[in-house]
């Protein structure tokens, strides 16, 4: 028989194993010689409440290495900034404006919600004339230091 005798079939596919789950059929494809591999789940049919100790160690390091939140203002520092804010007769809104903040970033500092930025509290230091940082605060502030 010679090449041009030879029968071509177009189309054909080539028979590839099928993955399935149900046991008839993984059964069908080891008789048939296919590879078949098979996971086993971890946690089938076991009870969610009792799972292995390993998650309970891993939450148990995670909270010895968690770091602590950070600092606060003061409340000492809310209740300076709102005396002396009541004293130049200033809302919220307005001091905020004249140090260039967020109305909320001055709402935070006098309730004691925020978190301390050495650059705001020196603006509102110098808009207030008051000290809110370090020792003494909601002392007034003097003019500058004399030689």
Same mark, same amino acid.
């Given at each position: 028989? $010679?090449?041009?005798?030879?029968?071509?079939?177009? /189309? $054909?596919?080539?028979?590839?194993?099928?993955?399935?789950?149900? #046991? $008839? #059929?993984?059964?069908? *494809?080891?008789?048939?010689?296919?590879?078949?591999?098979?996971d086993?789940?971890?946690?089938?049919?076991?009870?969610?409440?009792?799972?292995?100790?390993?998650?309970?160690?891993?939450? @148990?390091? #995670?909270?010895?290495n968690?770091?602590a939140? !950070?600092?606060? =203002?003061?409340? $000492?520092?809310g209740?300076?900034?709102?005396? *002396?804010?009541? #004293?130049?007769?200033?809302?919220?809104?307005?001091?905020?404006?004249? =140090?260039?903040?967020?109305?909320?970033?001055?709402?935070?500092?006098?309730?004691g919600? *925020?978190? !301390?930025?050495?650059?705001?509290l020196?603006?509102l230091?110098?808009?207030? /004339?008051?000290?809110?940082?370090?020792?003494?605060?909601?002392?007034?502030?003097?003019?500058?230091k @004399?030689?």
């Amino acid at each position: 028989m $010679s090449e041009w005798d030879a029968q071509v079939v177009i /189309g $054909s596919k080539r028979q590839t194993p099928k993955v399935t789950k149900k #046991d $008839s #059929d993984l059964n069908a *494809a080891r008789r048939s010689g296919a590879v078949v591999a098979t996971d086993k789940k971890t946690s089938s049919g076991a009870n969610k409440a009792r799972q292995g100790t390993d998650h309970q160690k891993i939450a @148990k390091l #995670d909270r010895e290495n968690e770091v602590a939140p !950070p600092t606060k =203002v003061a409340p $000492s520092v809310g209740r300076a900034m709102a005396a *002396a804010r009541g #004293d130049l007769k200033l809302t919220q809104k307005e001091l905020a404006q004249k =140090v260039n903040e967020k109305p909320s970033v001055m709402q935070e500092y006098e309730s004691g919600k *925020a978190i !301390p930025s050495p650059q705001i509290l020196g603006k509102l230091e110098r808009a207030l /004339g008051v000290k809110l940082r370090g020792s003494n605060i909601g002392e007034k502030l003097g003019g500058p230091k @004399k030689s």
